[in-house]
């Protein structure tokens, strides 16, 4: 029998297979295609017979839709996008982070690949999607 130091305890605990990116710069989707996109994420709700669930703050992919509103039946979540309405301005969505669970992995999916079947219906992937301009950080302060 091995034994386990603390660092490869604590990952063993706390490793749950999933895959989380931070979108560095984070990708800014234009009025336009976000109202595309959010008209597509409605019509492809899982309470719907789709396989997306978008709330304001996160929008979760799903294999299969749900077999009756708010029942999640056997449907298996594949990942998560976490986005934030109103940023950089009043009609632009910010994505952020984007999450594959190890169900979704298993199946193939990649950070990449959710996050392009989510801006499809805006004609965007996640390559082609504008990104936020980043400024260089302050300089230090000094006395």
């Known amino acids: 029998m091995s034994?386990?130091?603390?660092?490869?305890?604590?990952?063993?605990?706390y490793d749950d297979g999933d895959i989380t990116e931070v979108i560095?710069?984070?990708?800014?989707?234009?009025?336009?295609?976000?109202?595309a996109i959010l008209a597509e994420?409605?019509?492809?709700?899982?309470?719907?017979?789709g396989r997306w669930r978008a709330r304001p703050a996160?929008?979760?992919?799903?294999?299969?839709?749900w077999p009756?509103?708010?029942?999640?039946?056997?449907?298996?979540?594949?990942?998560?996008?976490?986005?934030?309405?109103?940023?950089?301005?009043r009609h632009e969505i910010t994505i952020y982070r984007?999450?594959?669970?190890?169900?979704?992995?298993?199946?193939?999916w990649t950070v990449e690949l959710l996050c392009d079947d989510a801006l499809r219906a805006g004609g965007l992937t996640l390559a082609t999607c504008p990104r936020a301009e980043?400024?260089?950080?302050?300089?230090p302060f000094r006395f």
């Open 3 to 13: 034994t386990l130091d603390s660092a490869e305890l604590l990952a063993t605990l």
């Open 24 to 35: 560095r710069p984070a990708a800014i989707i234009p009025e336009d295609e976000a109202r």
């Open 98 to 108: 984007a999450t594959v669970t190890q169900a979704g992995a298993t199946q193939g």
């Open 41 to 49: 994420l409605a019509l492809a709700d899982v309470d719907n017979g």
């Open 58 to 65: 996160l929008w979760s992919r799903y294999d299969r839709g």
């Open 134 to 139: 980043l400024a260089p950080p302050p300089k």
């Open 68 to 89: 009756r509103p708010g029942d999640p039946g056997n449907a298996v979540l594949v990942g998560t996008i976490q986005a934030a309405y109103g940023t950089p301005t």
